[in-house]
């Protein structure tokens, strides 16, 4: 079975970013519907937003929705993103990376994903190479970034760390956009849709990471627009309006 899957995703439910994001988990289920997704992974910044109720809508559109959490570990100064997939509630508790090992180890069902890692340290919430290395053993996969042009690509290095310790390099949309939900995915070999299968596929290597390079121009632009609205606040209602005109031109 061939299973289309994007495994970062945010909605407007996100306590952080949720205000600069113009569909909720209906909206993202139901475009994914419209895409041919099969699987994605609900993983919004810091809280466990998952109800049982979106699982139940995604199975009806033969979706399955894989709770999750975008965590912020600390480390001396600085939070560090991390993805964790398949967990309950109780992950919103984990503040370390030591927490987040012993939260593995008692709950072997969950998947941990480093992701953007090779963006500067510091910037989007990245681990950064050196911590990579140093954290690597508490995780399953490494993300192959969306955000790269054909000139400027750090996810080569941090294909490089995943390639040098047997891990799976995964390419995902980090959705905060549709503009982008459909670049950004993957297509696992599984036996069956749920987390389990999906999960040992990729560790297996069953999987094709399909992605492309984006222009400059309207990265820039998007991410400049995107930036105003989540600093100022700007209504969403202009963000959605110039997504589309630089959809338009690409």
């Given amino acids: 079975m061939h299973l289309k899957a994007s495994l970062h995703t945010h909605t407007k439910e996100d306590i952080s970013d949720g205000h600069a994001i113009s569909y909720d988990v209906y909206g993202l289920i139901d475009r994914a519907k419209e895409l041919g997704f099969d699987v994605l992974g609900l993983t919004c910044h810091r809280k466990y937003i998952y109800k049982e109720e979106y699982g139940e809508y995604a199975r009806k ?3 399955t929705l894989i709770p999750g959490i975008e965590l912020a570990l600390r480390f001396f100064f ?7 997939l398949n967990c309950d509630k109780s992950a919103e508790e984990i503040k370390s990376f030591a927490e987040l090992a012993r939260y593995k180890k008692d709950n072997p069902h969950v998947f941990v994903i480093a992701p ?3 963006s500067a340290s510091g910037i989007i919430g990245s681990i950064g190479r050196k911590k990579l290395r140093k954290f690597i ?3 399953d996969a490494v993300e192959h970034c969306w955000l790269y042009t054909g000139r400027f690509n750090q996810n080569r290095k941090a294909e490089e760390i995943a390639r040098e310790r047997g891990l799976p390099f995964i390419a995902t949309s980090d959705i905060h956009t549709m503009r982008y939900f459909d670049t950004d995915y993957l297509i696992i070999d599984a036996p069956g849709k749920d987390a389990a299968s999906v999960f040992n596929a990729i560790r297996a290597g069953k999987y094709i990471s399909c992605t492309r390079p984006k222009r400059v121009l309207s990265v820039f632009i998007m991410l400049s627009v995107f930036y105003l609205i989540y ?3 700007i209504p969403l209602k202009f963000y959605r309006q110039k997504t589309l005109n630089v959809a338009a031109h690409e």
């Avoid at 600085?78 to 964790?84: E, P, T």
Wanted: hydrophobic share 45%.
């Fill in 116 to 118: 953007h890692p090779a």
């Fill in 231 to 233: 600093i100022l606040k």
């Fill in 61 to 63: 559109k033969g979706i």
């Fill in 78 to 84: 600085r939070q560090n993103h991390v993805l964790l």
């Fill in 137 to 139: 053993h508490v995780f």
